[in-house]
């Protein structure tokens, strides 16, 4: 099994920044890619950012692209979500997912199998 680990979320000032991470463990972890998603209050869950976990390739959402990062660590099967100029309607849940196969598009969550238990963050004015 997998389970994913997140850490990181809390409360920032709009135009903060906040660093995410995702820590998988298991037996049989393996990975594809990793995602980071949020659902807001009243919305369902939107992708935000993606890692093609071999080759490093990086996806991102057009409201978020410039302003975060997603990366890993191979060496300690990690994803991180570097957040930088957030702004209030950044405010989420976060949660960090395991792609176990190839897809070729990673911003839908049914390119992935495991998720996080979620992390808040909430950017305020």
């Known amino acids: 099994q997998v389970q994913l680990v997140e850490s990181g979320g809390g409360l920032v000032q709009a135009g903060g920044s906040l660093r995410l991470s995702c820590a998988a463990s298991?037996?049989?972890?393996?990975?594809?890619?990793m995602g980071w998603f949020r659902q807001a209050p009243g919305k369902e869950r939107e992708f935000v950012a993606a890692?093609?976990?071999?080759?490093?390739?990086?996806y991102y959402a057009d409201s978020v692209k410039g302003r975060f990062t997603i990366s890993r660590d191979n060496a300690q099967n990690t994803v991180y979500l570097q957040m930088n100029s957030l702004k209030p309607e950044d405010t989420a849940v976060y949660y960090c997912?395991?792609?176990?196969?190839?897809?070729?598009?990673?911003?839908?969550?049914?390119?992935?199998?495991?998720w996080g238990q979620g992390t808040q963050v909430t950017v305020s004015s």
């Open positions: 997912s395991v792609g176990v196969r190839w897809r070729l598009r990673l911003d839908s969550d049914s390119a992935y199998d495991y």
């Open positions: 298991g037996r049989t972890f393996t990975s594809s890619a």
């Open positions: 890692i093609r976990w071999s080759s490093g390739s990086t």
